[in-house]
């Protein structure tokens, strides 16, 4: 009885030292995946942040396109925003026809 005793105290220290070397070897990938996820992170958040600088910029430009667009309409006199261009360039052959 003492020797299955002995021989049981020996089987389950060499499991625990096996389970724990496994763990060891299990551990190194994980704290390279930890390490290249950690990367990729912050390529990440770099990539998010200058997307978020070029949505800005774009923005910027939109609003100054739209002033620009309300400004030339406010500069245009109203005759010419009424006609379409074909309507003015058929008057334009009319006259010159009856000239």
């Known amino acids: 009885m003492e020797f299955l005793d002995k021989a049981l105290e020996s089987m389950a220290i060499a499991f625990t030292t096996a389970g724990r070397a ?3 070897r299990a551990a190194v990938p994980n704290r390279q995946q930890a390490e290249e996820l950690q990367a990729q992170e912050e390529e990440l958040r770099a990539a998010n942040e200058e997307l978020e600088s070029q949505t800005e910029s774009l ?3 939109e609003a100054k396109l ?8 406010q500069a245009t006199p ?3 925003r ?3 261009p074909c309507a003015s ?3 334009r052959s009319t006259a010159r026809t009856a000239s």
């Open 22 to 24: 496994c763990r060891q």
């Open 59 to 61: 923005r910027a430009s």
């Open 66 to 73: 739209k002033a620009n667009q309300a400004e030339l309409e």
């Open 78 to 80: 109203s005759w010419r």
């Open 82 to 84: 009424a006609a379409p």
């Open 89 to 91: 360039a058929r008057w």
